[in-house]
């Protein structure tokens, strides 16, 4: 058994414990807010907090999460609403399919946590996600709107 917690909840979970965190989220918990791509690390679009961090949950084996702090694009949002980053994304109409777009906020997250004014060279250093549609230049004004308002 694997307990963690997951958007401020316990949970128990009972599967194989090299099963990847997204297998555990979209296939037995349900929650299909974090997303598959690629399923190698290299895309973004399944990225999570674990204890605050981004990371990237097609590759993280659900042991891994043992007593864990987790979180998931379904609990970004507080009770006084969306989170800043979420309100950036809506007001600078970020999102062409949205495919990509939880991964991506759930790394700008983690990155403003860590440093709360980023210059483009530090969004573009840190933020390593892939967008087909090409989004880029709304992501970093987004992310300057966000920084504002954090
Ligand atoms: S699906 Fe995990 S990084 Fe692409
Ligand atoms: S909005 Fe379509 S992949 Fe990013």
């Known amino acids: 058994m694997i307990e963690f917690q997951l958007n401020g909840e316990s949970v128990s979970i009972d599967v194989d414990r090299k099963m990847p965190v997204l297998w555990v989220l979209r296939d037995i918990l349900k929650l299909t807010g974090t997303k598959y791509g690629c399923g190698i690390a290299q895309c973004g679009a399944c990225t999570i907090h674990v204890d605050g961090k981004a990371m990237r949950s097609c590759v993280l084996p659900i042991a891994n999460l043992r007593n864990k702090e987790v979180t998931t694009i379904e609990g970004l949002a507080g009770e006084d609403g969306l ?3 979420q309100q950036a994304w809506i007001d600078e109409q970020v999102p062409q ?4 777009q ?3 906020i ?3 997250v983690a990155l ?3 440093n709360p004014d980023p210059d483009d060279a530090v969004i573009d250093r840190s933020i390593t996600n892939i967008c087909r549609c090409g989004t880029y230049p709304r992501i970093r004004k987004a992310i300057h709107r966000a920084a504002k308002s954090t």
């Open 83 to 85: 989170h800043p980053v």
């Open 97 to 100: 399919c949205g495919y990509c």
């Open 102 to 104: 939880p991964g991506m």
């Open 106 to 108: 759930m790394s700008v």
């Open 112 to 114: 403003l946590a860590e």
